[in-house]
């Protein structure tokens, strides 16, 4: 069974930076696309950023330039450094992987990200 873990939530002031971090843990022997999800009250999920196993990455156009995706291939670990922090960031963030197979895809249970004004 795999398990996605994120950590690193928490509120900031605008302007300011978190770092969430995502661990897959389990029986893994391939990771392909990893990626964090954001979901605001009352809005569907939607992609923020997304890396493949290459470093190939993907953002949203709200967070380019603001946000940068990596990933630790030997830890099964991706990560999400968001800098220059908005209101508007505020929302429940997710951590998306394909793991095993291409249509095999697992959800973390979210970290809540709050940037006051």
């Known amino acids: 069974q795999v398990q996605l873990v994120e950590s690193g939530g928490g509120l900031v002031q605008a302007g300011g930076s978190l770092r969430l971090s995502c661990a897959a843990s389990?029986?893994?022997?391939?990771?392909?696309?990893m990626g964090w999800y954001c979901q605001a009250p009352g809005k569907q999920r939607e992609l923020v950023a997304s890396?493949?196993?290459?470093?190939?990455?993907t953002y949203a156009d709200s967070v380019k330039g603001r946000f940068t995706i990596s990933r630790d291939n030997a830890k099964n670990t991706v990560y999400l450094q968001m800098d220059s922090l908005k209101p508007e960031d505020t929302a429940v963030y997710y951590c998306?992987?394909?793991?095993?197979?291409?249509?095999?895809?697992?959800w973390g249970k979210g970290t809540l990200v709050t940037v006051s004004s």
């Open positions: 389990g029986s893994i022997y391939r990771v392909y696309v």
């Open positions: 998306n992987a394909q793991i095993n197979g291409l249509h095999m895809f697992y």
């Open positions: 890396i493949t196993s290459g470093g190939s990455t």
